[in-house]
Structure formats: C-alpha cells, structure tokens
C-alpha cells in the first residue's frame, strides 16, 4: 500500500476498547497543555549556527496520513512527519543503511540499566530539556504518556502489555500503571516488567513512548498539536490539504550529543497530494522539492531514464505474502501449502509491481542481519500438481481474499490463476481497505487464503515471528497470525528469543533458523520484498540524502543547491 504500514490494532488495544482506561480524569484542556511558564524552566542552552540551513521544503505527500499524534499514530506517513518533533527516550541514529538500527539515547541522558534479570528498566531525563512552549519535560511525563496510551485505545498500547500494573489499571481504570515510577526531582524513570522482553529497548524507541506533557488530553490532538521536543513543531495541520512544521525555539543539538540533528530546512510544507502523477508533475517543476508516492507504472521507465540522477530507489523493510489458513481445508494439508509455494512465479510478481521489487521466500526481510536466504521452493508447476493430487485436493473450491487497491489486487488476480492452474477451483474477493485486515484477522471470516503485507514497527524479529506467526498470540478478532499458524516448538522458541538481548550473532543464527523452520510448514508464500522510490528536484543536494531504516528519508538531514 505505497509507503503505508497498514493500520491494524495490536490485540491489547483491542481488548482496551472494550475494558480500557476512562478517558474521565485523563487532565486539563488544550489549552492549558501549553499555558505552563517558560520562566520556570531552565535556561535553553545558546543556539549554534548551521551553515546548512535553508528556508523551506516542500512535499508533495499523498493522503494516507492516519494521526499526528504520537499516541496514535501507525502509518508510516504519519510518523515520517512526526519522528523530528516528537522525541523517545531512546531513538534511532539519523544514517542510511544498517547503522539506522542503532538505538542512542534521546530524551534520556544514556541507555537504560537493565537488572532483575532483564526486568526492570532504570533511564535518566537529559537535564534542561524543555518543550517547545517553554515548559520543562519531567520524568512523571513519560508515565503519564503511556497511561494516556491506554485511555486512548493507541494501537501501540499492547507494546507495554509486559509491564507490571497494566492489567490492574485497565480492570480498575484508575489510569495509574504501578509498574512505572517517576522521580521528577533527579529526572529517574523506572520501568519493571512482568518477564524479560527481547525488543523493549525498540519499544521505549516507538513514537507511542514520546514524552507530552502529563495534562495532555485523551482525545486526538492531530489538528491541535501537542508541544514538541524534537527539532521542529507543527505549527498547522488541515487534513487533506496541509501540514506545516517549523523550527522549535527550545531545541539545540547540542544537549543531544549528536544524536539528535539540529535540521536543516527552517520550515518543512506538506502539501497533500492525492494523485501520483500530480505529485510527480509538481516535483518536476518544482513545486515542491520530494515526492515520496510511487511513481505511476507507466511513467516510471521515462522517470528513471530522463531524472534517474534525481530518483532514489530503496527497499524499506517489508514483506509481501499469501497467507494459508492452515486450520481449513485445503490448507489444513501442508502438501498444498508447499504447492502453492511451488506454483507462484516469483519473478512475474515482481514484474506486477511495475520491477520495484525483489522476490522472496523468507519472512524476514534482506535488511535484517538474521536473515539467511531461502531457496525451498523454485518455480515448478509440474511439483505443485503432483502435491495437489496427493493431498486429494483437486477440484477444492477456494476463495482468495484481497483489498481493492492498486497493484495489490493485480497480485490475488494472479494467484487465482495459479491456483486454477494445479487443480484448484478458485475466485478472488475483494473488499475496501478500510475494513480488510479486520476482516480477515476475524476468526468467523475464515478466509482460505489471501493478501497480507507486513512493514516493520521498530526493527527486531520480534516484530515478526512474535507478533504474525506465535500461535500463542491468535485471538478470536483483530487477529495478526492469519494463516492462524500454531505449532508448539516454534512458539517455544519464540518465547526463548523473547528473554533475549538485543540479537547477537548466536541469536541472530537461531532467527534464521526459525524462519526456515516455519517456512518448511509453509503457512506463508511470500513472493517479494517491495522497493520505492524518493524524487527530487533539481534543487535538492542528495550528497546529504539519509533514508533511515525505521523511519525513511530524513527531511531534517537534507540540503540544497
């Protein structure tokens, strides 16, 4: 779905919506979230000067935007917009490639202490950092942040399920979550989980983590932005139109030790363009200086040809798969999953996608240091039917789930033929966007097989093989594991990887041998690992280009001619 990480609601926020937090009792107005004095602050450190700084930026940004507010946010529009105005304790660095996956301290002076055998969390606030009305950002802030994650039904609150105090304070909605402390006096935050949690430190680097100030309100407060700690705030936003972010008076760099960049431009614009070929017309011309969408198929191989010296492919982390439900027929059979894993040609899918792709047999996608690439099932039609008669499933009806949108479709359209083609009896079903993932994640859907696609939250394994393919984690509704795939080693070992530090390369090796294992049972055949395109104008110096492996380009990095 271009750019977009596909909003579906964690299992936890779910829940929440049922037996969450009031938002009763969640503080003030608006209005008095930025009424603080700046007189009680400290001090803001002096500013240094960027020889790189430029007025504007301009984007010609599509109209996926889900929130800009860091409690609710999860598409990967929304918080490419966000990520330089609303700081973590803990971040990523700003720098292409692996390096990007590094986490450093933000907010907090230093990375956290980790004792009780990886269940408490010890972080310690930067001193003098303040928001960008003035107001100094206080350590009770960050547990009032996540407490407001609940009493809002944030689709990222089921990332603290781990930590002590959330269930008493979702079955007694007193919003209090005991688990975490906050010592605003010596800026300490201490944070203890039920059991260890492999990716927590990813966790406490997600926007949903972002400090606001504690009487910020339970309600979406996209179009009344929230103060911000990053190096720009959104000074408008107007759905469907506009966004304007500017430089935050309160940032320097320099308490950050680098690892927050001062930015460049002094004003970023994000016009909302809806039709590609617009956006791309206007980056030409130079209307506006980046154009993240997907260039249109048709256009691409001029694009390429004629400004290939201002196009930047890269492919985020992501992976495009069919899942099989292997709780019903024929896919309960893993000699037909196996088939179906024979029978699509990879390499036609990827020329579906326009070329802008690379095709796969793994979960994991090729930006991951776990990955070790599979070669189990090479194109062989001849195999798939043979394994489609042994199952005795020749003449099988199925039905092939898709949402109507763009190439997506173009894809079930194919495996339909396909699935024709070994003996099968197939028809595809399409549905709006809008209501596709719940859909199939409903048990009483019991959709055959279908279209999935999963882009990274933050970038760990366990963002994969825990949340899509861990039986443990299949619920009745808003389910992520759709081909409802439950086998008991591998879950056991899912748990084990859980207790884990951040990947070593003992670890790394047993990621890899799960995605093997699991990929053996086929429950997935995935096809390809999509690419995307950044196009600039003219004007715009790519010597400064960063595309950041969580977050895509970095607007705050980048220069001018």
Known sequence: ????????????????????????????????????????????????????????????????IDYLDPGLTYGSEGESVIWNVYLPLLGYRHVSGAGGATIVPYLAKRMPTVTNDGRTYTLVLRDGIKYSNGQPVKASDFKATIERDFKLDSPGAGYFDDVVGVAEARSSKSGDISGITADDATGTITITLK?????????????????????????DTSTHPLPATGPYVIQSYQP??????????????????????????????????????????????????????????????????????????????????????????PFDNVLVRRAVNYAIDREALVDIYGGLARPTENILPP????????????????KAKKLIRKAHAVGARVTVWNHA????????????????????????????????????GNEATNAQIGFADWFQDYPHPLDWFDVLLNGEQITKTYNNNYANFDDKKVNAEIDALNKQPIPTSPVNYRWASLDRQIMLQAPWAPFLNREFTDYFNQKVNLGCYVNQVVYGFDYSTICMR
């Open 1 to 64: 779905m271009s750019r977009t990480r596909v909003i579906r609601l964690s299992v936890a926020a779910a829940a929440a919506a049922g037996l969450g937090l009031l938002a009763a009792g969640c503080g003030s107005s608006r209005s008095n979230v930025a009424a603080t004095s700046a007189a009680a602050a400290p001090a803001t450190p002096p500013k240094v000067e960027n020889p790189n700084a430029f007025p504007v930026f301009r984007v010609a940004e599509d109209s996926s």
């Open 195 to 219: 059991s260890p949690q492999g990716d927590f430190v990813n966790v406490l680097a997600s926007e949903f983590a972002a400090p606001v100030p504690a009487n910020a309100p339970a309600s």
């Open 240 to 329: 469907n139109n506009q966004i304007v972010e500017v430089r935050n008076p309160q940032f320097r760099a320099t308490a950050f030790d680098g690892n927050v960049p001062e930015g460049n431009p002094d004003k970023i614009v994000w016009d909302i363009v809806g039709d590609p070929a617009q956006a791309l017309a206007r980056t030409t011309s130079g209307q506006d200086d980046w154009d993240p969408q997907p260039i249109p198929e048709k256009t691409l191989t001029v694009t390429r040809a004629k400004y290939g010296d201002e196009l930047k492919v890269y492919t985020s982390p992501n992976t495009y798969y069919f899942f099989m439900n292997t709780k019903t027929a």
């Open 367 to 382: 930006t991951y240091p776990s990955y070790t690439k599979h070669s189990l099932y090479p194109y062989d039609l001849a």
């Open 405 to 440: 949108y763009g190439l997506d479709a173009k894809a079930t359209d194919y495996l339909v033929g396909v699935l024709d083609s070994i003996g099968l009896r197939a028809k595809q079903h399409l549905i709006t966007s809008a209501v596709y993932w719940a859909t199939i």
